[in-house]
């Protein structure tokens, strides 16, 4: 009965057959017939009939899906067939879904790391792994997110040594996934990684990887003391090269060991010391960052403590937004470039409360400034919270935004607020 619903030219019946091999007739007779019906199907068909068989669970159908995976020449029945391999797969299967991250076509791809990460074979993991030694640096990267994707704690040593992979992208991938499943115990060996990571974007997120196992720690004022700890055992120069990852961990401690290194007469340590607390994740700092914007020697290190100022200064870290906004007021009359005004402008749109909306707004008659305080503006605007219970004040700045901004965003973002409209933020690609 079954075989003949798969078999109706109606939708709706085969789908009703599809879910009547998904629960019915338990056994490996019942399940060896229906899959032997997947060479009679069309490719729609195969694909409802491939889903059903992974669903139903039982090995028996294994041969079948293979050798439709090795038939079709149909992308889509391939991808069902390599989906429903990973739900039956043995051993061999494990590493035939490996071969084809690594060689197959883009959709084949794709479907073999779904498969792997949820495929429930107890040799999974283990042959991933085994991979890991010796497969090509994209393929390495590939595996190493299904191991995290797996959540697979046994993987940790691994993920520590690929760290200091003589390739970027798996140094990356490895920290990644450390932030991901690492726990206090790996905190040494991510501050490894950071240290082998090459200056720039990927030390950066090398950096906050780490961090975001530091921050597992409940307590915010201990959340630096695992770092702190796993430095006593660095060179003087590793530990000097760690001071702007511990500025991003934050804590009483670790403001100790960076305000020494400010205070050093080495240029070195100074300018490290500097740039940590530059990166300190609230601003409790902000007294200090507004002394040294003001007393540093170099213009350099001026700017840099400036530009610390105007990002800590409309964080989410418990003060006011009247408090915020006073930072922010307080840090622009101190700077000297359009630059880090424009920056300002751009950032008072974080504090939402109507009188941000009153201190950027006169910037709009300023040329100079006015396509950041547009931006802002509609920023503002896009919190319904804020903007309907002051909707007559909203509507004559937006009117303004309007008459200025040449930006087809910012005027259509404008437009809909005005009328009580949604507008929703683009998803950025995946290449972004």
């Known amino acids: ?118 495929c429930s074979n107890d040799e999974a993991v283990k042959s991933i792994r085994a991979e890991l030694i010796h497969a090509p640096a994209p393929v390495r990267v590939a595996l190493i997110e299904i191991l995290v994707m797996r959540r697979a704690l046994e993987v940790l040593p691994d993920l520590l040594q690929a760290t200091a992979d003589d390739d970027g992208t798996v140094r990356s991938a490895a920290m990644s996934g450390l932030g991901q499943l690492a726990g206090a115990e790996e905190i040494p060996g991510m501050v490894q990684g950071v240290l082998r990571a090459t200056p720039g974007s990927e030390r950066q997120a090398a950096e906050r990887s780490l961090l975001v196992v530091c921050n597992r720690v409940m307590n915010t004022d201990e959340q630096a003391e695992p770092l702190l700890d796993a430095m006593t055992s660095l060179s003087d120069v590793d530990q000097q090269a760690i001071l702007p990852t511990l500025g991003r961990a934050g804590g009483v401690r670790a403001l100790q060991a960076i305000e020494s290194a400010i205070a050093d007469q080495d240029p070195i340590k100074h300018d490290l010391g500097l740039r940590a607390i530059c990166n300190w994740p609230n601003a409790t700092v902000a007294p200090r960052l507004i002394d040294l914007a003001k007393s540093e020697e170099h213009d350099a290190h001026r700017a840099l403590a400036l530009r610390a100022l105007i990002r800590v200064a409309p964080l989410a870290d418990g003060r006011t937004d009247e408090e915020k906004l006073a930072l922010l007021q307080q840090v622009m009359a101190m700077c000297t470039r359009d630059q880090e005004r424009q920056l300002i402008l751009q950032r008072a749109a974080a504090i939402r409360s109507l009188e941000a909306l009153r201190f950027v707004t006169p910037y709009l008659d300023q040329p100079t400034f006015a396509p950041q305080a547009c931006e802002a503006i509609v920023e503002l605007a896009h919190h319904r919270g804020l903007r309907e219970p002051n909707k007559a004040e909203f509507d004559a700045v937006l009117d303004r935004v309007l008459e200025i901004s040449q930006d087809p965003t910012v005027r259509d973002r404008a437009t809909r607020y005005k009328n009580g409209q949604t507008w929703s933020r683009p998803r950025p690609s995946r290449a972004q």
Do not use: Y
Request: no cysteine; proline share 3%; charged share 25%.
């Open 1 to 118: 009965m079954v075989v003949e619903l798969l078999a109706d030219k109606d939708k709706d019946v085969r789908a009703l057959g599809f879910d009547q091999v998904r629960s019915s007739a338990p056994g490996e007779h019942a399940t060896l017939e229906f899959a032997a019906h997947l060479r009679k199907l069309s490719p729609e068909g195969q694909i409802g009939l491939l889903s059903a068989l992974a669903d139903r669970g039982d090995p028996a159908a294994r041969d079948e899906v293979l050798a439709i995976l090795n038939s079709t020449r149909d992308e889509g029945v391939k991808t069902a067939a390599i989906a429903a391999i990973g739900a039956l797969a043995n051993p061999a299967d494990v590493q035939l879904l490996i071969k084809l991250v690594a060689t197959g076509a883009h959709a084949e791809k794709a479907a073999a790391r779904a498969s792997l990460t949820t």
